[in-house]
């Protein structure tokens, strides 16, 4: 019955995909696309999904629009705006190193949410999770503290705020 | 400011079969294996844009997947389970510039005789106008008369099963001979049966949860460009090779033990052989409709003929689904995705294993 | 007075027949049998350029891909499309050559592995000094 | 929509030049960086403000052309979702990347300012 459960989430969002990346949506379409969903819901539910009913709840996908609006309007913009400034300075100031921050978050996507976000904005990369899941470190292109806390408020806490309202 | 506009595809397509053959060189030099798989994905990656700027899509589609993910995967894993360095030691020099000298007249003549076939001299290569059967093709590929037509707008696939059927069928036989001879190689190893760990197999965290999100995403897109073959670009084996691509990232990112709860090998096998009996039915259900109601039809039929009128219907409440190609998509798919299924679980299994049995064989 | 474009696509030509070259040498030549088969598929990703070059054409501004994209054509639509489209029959061929060669490339590798397993190396030469 | 088009048109040429130049500028970046890791951060501006953001730029364009008819609505689609393929995948090949050099030793940080990673490894909290 779980599998079922957990299953329609992942029909519902295979279906998103297939019709976008279809771009139509005749009867052709819709019909081969609620089968394919279907087949693949029930395939991949039990890996995707551990639990149903956050998909419920409204708030989430505002707080994810809210997180993607904040990340590709002013993280990315600033972040790019920063690194393409050091690359094109004569002088290249960089001061790299790699620093340990704290991450406090429960779901496993929440950390993947962070490391992504942390990741695709130019100047951090994520190299390695702590097998504890409580510490992310980042290989930071301009290293201006060493102190975990600060390093975090810098570089991740409001990442870490949204992804806590969206999938925790 | 036009001319520049037509020129510019000429000028990518210059530039990248250029540095296509500066990877090749590299890749036939180098010594490190590894790095010579990877400068073959690079050349592969040039020919992609050369074959999209040639102006076949379909090829395109097929061609990333295999030659930029399928073939370099299995080619590392292979390294890694062999030597990681060549031994160029002991081959004469003489031979080999004999060997290149001798190489490079053979091209050169099949080369020009190539462009002579194709377009007499080089002032007009290429030709400025299809060849007959070509334009044929074109012609009758949707004329919306269905005794002249095959009912679909999509020239390449109406070709692959439509008026080209029986090639398909062999060159599909000629696949499923290599699987068959991979498994008779493997015919006493299994996967061992062991617990999956998420904690100590496979990579990290991040691996692990996006492509818990992309693998569904990369399979409905495979189903798209399956099902959709006969009105866009793409086709079974398009999706089925863009399938393929989940079942590796599965056994490179998890584990091949977490591969093992999605399918076993038995199964694998079974769906591929579902997926076969789909290609024969689709060749052969027009004959079978004909045999059950007495009227002449042929095998590989799919819309009416002048000498056998009947067929399977075009369409469905105004939606274009050319008759047997949607069934022969659908199977193509399955039978492509679960081939390589069966390939790839068979490569992972570990080495120690293996070894035993081996062991017992030559004994 | 050559086309420039026709000038520019010789080139793509005659670099693809310098792969072939470069990738014929390195199935004779060199020893390792996992190099063979790595330069036997560029050899083959070359050999299905020049089935796709045959089919190939001119046409102003450029070709098309043979795909219609309107669902009922009209008669000058077709028209239009066969003196535009570039040659669908060696796409065909092509497709099911890129798929049917990596299922016997993937076969080759398995046996490739498999002499490793039996014979200790990959190097030709040593295994054929193997049999004396 | 007839309206819309120029505005569509406009924004993706935009979005497209902004890719060039990313592009231009992670390549200067690729080549002036001293080591590996901090080439990556080039590389993160090459995948982001370089693919996905042109990629964006250019499904927005196809939907403005009306000419291609039903097929706009395939290109436009087929490329938003690449785009986010890409900004989901993406991240996870710098990160393994950097992962794999980083304990393999195949690329060494140098210069550094600070490295809490070796000093936990030393530590032993991290066995790698």
Redesign the interface.
Known sequence: MSRIIRAIPVAILTFIVYIVFTGSATHFDIVTGVIGAVIVGIVFGSVVITNTYKFLQLQRYFWGLAYALYYFFIAEVRAHYDVIKRILNPKMPINPGIVKIPIDVASDYSILAVANSITNTPGTVTVYVHPNKKYLYINWIDVVTREPEEARKAISYVFEKFAKKVFD | M?DL???T???V??VS??A??IA??L??IERD?IK??LY?AI??TF?AL??YL??????VL??IP??VG??PA??II??K???KY???G??PRT??II??LS??V???IA?YL??VS?AIT??????????L???W???T????NRLFSSMS????????WDY?GL??YF??S??YL??I??LA??RYLDIPRKEYRE?VMG?????K?????????????A??IA??GHL??G?G??G??TGAVTVSLLIFIFSVYFATR?FKISIAILLRIIGLAGIVLSATIVAIIGFLIGQPAYIFQNQPKIIAQIGLPYE??????SGTLLLFNTSEFLA?LM??AI?FL??SIPEEN??EV?KGE?E | MIDLRTYLFTVTYIAIVVNTVIALYGIFVRPNILKKIIALSIFGDCTFIYAIIIGFRKAEPYPEIPIMITQQPSKEYIEHFVAKAVDPLPPALVLTGVVIGLAVMLFLIFLSIQAYRLFGTLNIRKIVRMRG | MNLLNPVLTIIGYVLVGIGAFCQVVAGIGMNRFPNFFVRLHAATICAIGGSFVPIIGCSLIALSIEEFGVIRFFLAGAGFVTAVFLLILAPVGSHLLAKAAYFSKAAVLYPKAVDLLEEDVERGEIRE
């Open positions: 036009s506009y037509s020129l595809p000429y000028v397509l210059a079969a250029l296509s053959t090749v060189y890749a036939i294996l010579a798989v073959s050349q592969s020919y050369i074959f040639l102006m076949v899509p379909d090829i097929v061609y295999v030659a399928l073939l299995i080619l292979a390294v389970k062999t030597e060549e031994d160029v002991g081959v031979t080999s060997v290149l190489v490079t053979f091209t050169l080369g190539l462009v194709h080089f002032d007009v290569f290429p030709s400025l106008d299809a060849r059967l070509a334009k093709f074109l012609a590929t949707l004329w919306w707008p999509e020239a390449v696939t109406a070709i692959v080209r090639d398909t060159e599909t000629v696949m290599a699987i001879g991979a190689i493997a904690d990579m990290s965290i991040i691996g949860m996006s492509t818990r999100v992309i693998m569904p995403m990369i399979i409905i897109v189903i798209s099902l959709h866009t670009p086709g084996f398009q089925g090779v999605f469905i409440g105004g939606n274009l689904i492509v081939g390589f390939l068979l490569l293996v070894l081996i030559v």
